[in-house]
């Protein structure tokens, strides 16, 4: 079991940036690689970013390139996401998730297997 706390979200105003941290705890957390994902009220639950085990390799979805940064950091079983210049549209709950699946999954809900309870990220225009 993996056990996965998300932190940092609130309520900001658009252009501004925020910090997510997903603490894991439990299995070794470097055998996982981690995601985020988020999900807007009647939306379905869409890829955000993604890290392998060793941090070498992140994976992002494209409409987010250049404004988010997945990082993590194994000796302090945390994983964090940077959101800059914040949109409206970014607004959502934000998950992160633990997967041991190959790479090219990363981007699936589905191949997820551990999940946080969400944190609300809700940005003002």
């Known amino acids: 079991q993996v056990q996965l706390v998300e932190s940092g979200g609130g309520l900001v105003q658009a252009g501004v940036s925020l910090r997510l941290s997903c603490a894991a705890s439990?299995?070794?957390?470097?055998?996982?690689?981690m995601g985020w994902f988020r999900q807007a009220p009647g939306k379905e639950r869409e890829f955000v970013a993604a890290?392998?085990?060793?941090?070498?390799?992140?994976y992002y979805a494209d409409s987010l390139k250049g404004r988010f940064t997945i990082s993590r950091d194994n000796a302090k079983n945390t994983v964090y996401l940077q959101m800059n210049s914040l949109k409206p549209e970014d607004t959502a709950v934000y998950y992160c998730?633990?997967?041991?699946?190959?790479?090219?999954?990363?981007?699936?809900?589905?191949?997820?297997?551990?999940w946080g309870q969400g944190t609300q990220v809700t940005v003002s225009s």
């Open positions: 998730a633990a997967t041991r699946a190959m790479e090219r999954n990363l981007y699936l809900v589905s191949a997820y297997d551990y």
């Open positions: 439990g299995r070794t957390f470097s055998y996982y690689a």
């Open positions: 890290v392998n085990w060793s941090a070498g390799r992140t």
